[in-house]
């Protein structure tokens, strides 16, 4: 027997529209500023290896925050707690683009990652305990423009604002959508009494372990493949310091009374292997967001404003396809619409693995609008499915896990992804470096045209024109092991999200709310 839901006020949707626009402004600030990294880097006096931490302090305490915010709303109360954070957040950005040292950069993102990262999870939490069952599915579509679009057009936004306005235009983006933010939580939020007793009660053993662990393991990523990895000793000590302090939250967790995060969700079917989907859906979402500028980069010599433009492709058509989605799901079954979409994702990645120095924008057109598709389709129906029968107790638990465990993909997956590409750059050059030999016909007689060459345009010695065209020939190997390498990586991001569209194959239908229940 089904109950007939009451209607949903105008306040809820201003409050679950202002919630997700934060959410958006927090996810995209990790992408525009990446795009405009080298431009700050520059401005404040950084090097290449130490301008990382701008990225790294922002992501550290990003997923600190996340797991704890349900808790910190129920005791501050969720008005109290968004609107300060979201309004810290703002106070934060502007004090970025003013930023004159390497030093106040990395203190000042480290604040904005705190308070930016509490709004992606807040969000989420809203949407599955405001509305209800048949109305999740459009909340959860705004949600996916934060998941997906936001990671998408981040590049395109930074790319065109730093190459027309300068780097600190990126941080000042913020301010006019931001203010509207306010607006709308500052109207719509309810108020509620503080519990400021809860915090001699919190799970402090659980908070302390947490912090210690999830910010060890983000800062390994973010910095092992610089560092070489376990080669490193401060990279080494990182890793033992993140494995005892999470394998102990983990034990603290399900041994408490009334533990932070409730872990036991993550044994109930649907969120369980939704949460494996979701991680690997992360490594693929910022990994090819990572991947596909790096190519462009080094391989084509595109500017940041170029860049931006080709991924625009992957960003732009998602935002006239994914509010359609929850119209789909009322036709389709929800596990239809992800299986579907992550096997578009794949296959748009399956794309380029035939992929030569040649493959630039228009040759990336194709790959980027189906990917565009697969990830419009994946994200809305994925979240309704996994949080399906998700009681409002839990909720704060399971938006935490859910946004954290695509956040660690993200994560895991580009530092995976950068020590893969580096590897079998590695391996192409070994392999090609054999075959162009000075001992080989083939090879003298492209030596002798390029030589020729170099002397009818401007060189009058033939030795340092012996020399360019060895040089012209190691540079074009070089060229082209880092392509067979990129195209290595592209077919390794095809077989994550079929491993994803198979632990997706293993979801239950949602009961009679197939749509996007979660009641």
């Known amino acids: 027997m089904t109950a007939v839901a009451a209607p949903v006020t105008a306040r809820t949707w201003i409050a679950v529209i202002g919630?997700?626009?934060?959410?958006?402004?927090?996810?995209?600030n990790i992408q525009i500023v990446n795009a405009s990294l080298a431009d700050i880097q520059g401005a404040i006096g950084a090097g290449i290896d130490d301008g990382g931490w701008i990225s790294t302090a922002y992501l550290v305490a990003e997923i600190v925050v996340i797991p704890l915010s349900a808790w910190l709303a129920r005791v501050f109360s969720v008005r109290v707690y968004l609107l300060t954070n979201a309004a810290l957040f703002l106070a934060f950005s502007a004090a970025c683009a003013l930023a004159q040292n390497l030093g106040q950069m990395i203190v000042l993102r480290a604040f904005q990652g705190f308070t930016g990262g509490v709004l992606i999870p807040m969000a989420f939490t809203l949407i599955i305990t405001l509305l209800p069952a048949a109305k999740q599915p459009i909340g959860l579509a705004l949600f996916a423009l934060s998941a997906t679009f936001a990671p998408a057009i981040g590049?395109?936004?930074?790319?065109?604002?730093?190459?027309n306005w300068g780097w600190?235009?990126?941080?000042?983006?913020?301010?006019?959508?931001?203010?509207?933010?306010?607006?709308?939580?500052?109207?719509?939020?309810?108020?509620?009494?503080?519990?400021?007793?809860l915090l001699r009660t919190g799970d402090w053993?659980?908070?302390?372990?947490?912090?210690?662990g999830l910010s060890a393991l983000q800062t390994v990523l973010e910095e092992g493949n610089k560092d070489d990895w376990f080669g490193s000793s401060f990279i080494l000590r990182l890793?033992?310091?993140?494995?005892?302090?999470?394998c102990l939250f983990v034990w603290i967790e399900l041994k408490s009374s009334h533990p932070l995060l409730n872990l036991r969700l993550i044994l109930r079917r649907n969120f369980g292997f939704g949460l494996s989907a979701n991680f690997l859906l992360g490594v693929a979402l910022y990994g090819s967001v990572f991947i596909l500028p790096f190519y462009l980069s080094r391989i084509q010599g595109y500017n940041s404003e170029q860049i931006g433009l080709v991924l625009a492709w992957t960003g732009l058509p998602q935002l006239a396809l994914i509010p359609l989605v929850p119209r789909l799901m009322k036709k389709f079954d929800a596990r239809l619409l992800i299986a579907v979409g992550f096997a578009?994702?794949?296959?748009?990645?399956?794309i380029l693995i035939t992929m030569s120095a040649d493959t630039a924008a228009d040759q990336l057109l194709l790959p980027n609008v189906v990917r565009a598709i697969g990830q419009a389709l994946v994200m809305t129906p994925l979240s309704a499915v996994a949080t399906a029968g998700i009681e409002a107790a839990n909720a704060g638990s399971a938006s935490a896990l859910f946004n954290m465990t695509r956040n660690l993909g993200g994560a895991i997956?580009?530092?995976?992804?950068?020590?893969?590409?580096?590897?079998?750059?590695?391996?192409?050059?070994?392999?090609?470096?054999?075959?162009?030999?000075?001992?080989?016909e083939a090879t003298r007689h492209r030596l002798d045209q390029l030589t020729h060459y170099f002397?009818?345009?401007?060189?009058?010695?033939?030795?340092?024109?012996?020399h360019k065209a060895v040089v012209a020939i190691a540079n074009r190997v070089h060229q082209q092991a880092y392509t067979m390498a990129f195209a290595d990586t592209f077919y390794l991001l095809g077989v994550a999200l079929v491993a994803a569209l198979l632990s997706a194959l293993l979801l239950k239908k949602a009961g009679s709310t197939s749509a996007g229940g979660a009641h």
């Open 413 to 440: 997956g580009i530092a995976g992804l950068q020590t893969f590409l580096t590897k079998r750059e590695q391996f192409h050059s070994n392999v090609l470096g054999q075959s162009v030999s000075i001992f080989d």
């Open 239 to 246: 890793s033992v310091v993140a494995a005892t302090a999470l």
């Open 19 to 28: 919630s997700t626009l934060g959410a958006f402004m927090a996810v995209l």
């Open 344 to 350: 578009l994702f794949a296959g748009s990645n399956f």
């Open 168 to 197: 600190q235009f990126i941080f000042y983006v913020n301010l006019v959508p931001g203010a509207v933010m306010l607006g709308m939580l500052w109207f719509s939020l309810q108020r509620a009494p503080m519990q400021l007793g």
């Open 205 to 212: 053993a659980g908070i302390a372990t947490m912090a210690i």
């Open 455 to 466: 002397l009818g345009h401007g060189v009058s010695d033939p030795s340092i024109a012996w």
């Open 155 to 163: 590049p395109t936004i930074g790319g065109y604002l730093t190459e």
